[in-house]
């Protein structure tokens, strides 16, 4: 598979995505800046975190209005897969590839911690390796990841099978008390109507080896590539 | 001419930024009833030009956020 990291001013998460994809999954992978026009040749498509322009105005709405913002989006009309992480999430929502939005945390704090997940969808090109039901664990850090969405728009989301990842603890409860930003639902990760996009807060990419301490970062890259 | 958006939490939705300056308002000994915190954008522009498609387009995430132009 032919891989694509994109860079914005202030990505910061690119160089750990690129190495994850080149060193631990063998692909290949190229890093594509915001000034590309077109994604054409290449099968996925990542949006890494950071602080893409600074965060100025709202996080990610100056590079959803980028070139690459709009190859992005003709990428993703032609069904090509497109993951946005924490940044890249909010890339997606200011792009409106995905419902929602990504607010202030609930207590105004910027969160630098691990939390738990529970798959709710493992029917995806990103998620098909998990099981459904499975609790994994992943870090976070940010301080704009409570996701947003109306209530009828999440009944529509919910039957469709497009809330992905949701907070919990380790036996799996989604409850307040396992939700650290306020988030509708718990939601940490939500998909597209046709399943080729997927943003979500957590850092896979930081969650890949032994030596730091993680086991299930991986497994969503792998499902990328079987 | 100049024009000033002011954007806003959208109504209903929790502002934590806004609560925490209340917060200390109440703490401070101020009879507070509510605080919104938002953001001005000021545009120096043409008289004809469209604000209202800027701020929609561009400024604003009706979603979540409310505005008014000055």
């Given at each position: 598979m032919k891989f694509a990291v994109c860079v914005f001013?202030?990505?910061?998460?690119d160089y750990d995505t690129y190495y994850v994809i080149r060193d631990l999954l063998g692909q290949e992978v190229s890093f594509v800046d915001h000034h590309t026009r077109s994604l054409s040749g290449f099968d996925c498509v990542i949006i890494p975190g950071g602080f893409s322009f600074g965060d100025y105005l709202r996080a990610g709405v100056l590079a959803s209005k980028t070139p690459l913002g709009h190859a992005l989006v003709d990428f993703s009309q032609k069904g090509g897969l497109l993951l946005g992480i924490c940044n890249g999430f909010q890339v997606l929502t200011e792009l409106h590839l995905l419902p929602g939005a990504l607010l202030r945390n609930q207590g105004m704090s910027f969160l630098c911690m691990d939390v738990y997940l529970r798959?709710?969808?493992?029917?995806?090109p990103f998620t098909r390796e998990f099981e459904r039901g499975e609790v994994i664990r992943l870090p976070i850090a940010h301080g704009e990841g409570r996701y947003y969405v109306p209530e009828d728009e999440l009944k529509r989301m919910e039957e469709r099978g497009q809330v992905v990842l949701r907070y919990c603890d380790a036996e799996g409860n989604v409850n307040p008390k396992s939700n650290p930003n306020g988030s509708t639902d718990n939601i940490a990760g939500v998909c597209n109507k046709e399943g080729n996009v997927f943003g979500l807060m957590p850092h896979p990419e930081r969650a890949c080896e032994d030596v730091l301490g993680y086991r299930d970062g991986i497994i969503l890259w792998h499902s990328l590539i079987v | 001419m100049r024009v000033r958006v002011l954007i806003l939490p959208r109504k209903g939705l929790l502002d934590p930024e806004g609560r925490a300056v209340k917060e200390m308002l109440l703490e401070e000994g101020f009879s507070v009833k509510n605080v919104k915190v938002g953001k001005v954008v000021e545009l120096e522009v043409?008289?004809?030009?469209?604000v209202k498609a800027i701020a929609e387009k561009y400024l604003v995430n009706p979603l979540v956020e409310e505005y008014v132009i000055e």
């Amino acid at each position: 598979m032919k891989f694509a990291v994109c860079v914005f001013p202030g990505s910061n998460c690119d160089y750990d995505t690129y190495y994850v994809i080149r060193d631990l999954l063998g692909q290949e992978v190229s890093f594509v800046d915001h000034h590309t026009r077109s994604l054409s040749g290449f099968d996925c498509v990542i949006i890494p975190g950071g602080f893409s322009f600074g965060d100025y105005l709202r996080a990610g709405v100056l590079a959803s209005k980028t070139p690459l913002g709009h190859a992005l989006v003709d990428f993703s009309q032609k069904g090509g897969l497109l993951l946005g992480i924490c940044n890249g999430f909010q890339v997606l929502t200011e792009l409106h590839l995905l419902p929602g939005a990504l607010l202030r945390n609930q207590g105004m704090s910027f969160l630098c911690m691990d939390v738990y997940l529970r798959v709710e969808n493992n029917s995806l090109p990103f998620t098909r390796e998990f099981e459904r039901g499975e609790v994994i664990r992943l870090p976070i850090a940010h301080g704009e990841g409570r996701y947003y969405v109306p209530e009828d728009e999440l009944k529509r989301m919910e039957e469709r099978g497009q809330v992905v990842l949701r907070y919990c603890d380790a036996e799996g409860n989604v409850n307040p008390k396992s939700n650290p930003n306020g988030s509708t639902d718990n939601i940490a990760g939500v998909c597209n109507k046709e399943g080729n996009v997927f943003g979500l807060m957590p850092h896979p990419e930081r969650a890949c080896e032994d030596v730091l301490g993680y086991r299930d970062g991986i497994i969503l890259w792998h499902s990328l590539i079987v | 001419m100049r024009v000033r958006v002011l954007i806003l939490p959208r109504k209903g939705l929790l502002d934590p930024e806004g609560r925490a300056v209340k917060e200390m308002l109440l703490e401070e000994g101020f009879s507070v009833k509510n605080v919104k915190v938002g953001k001005v954008v000021e545009l120096e522009v043409e008289d004809d030009t469209d604000v209202k498609a800027i701020a929609e387009k561009y400024l604003v995430n009706p979603l979540v956020e409310e505005y008014v132009i000055e």
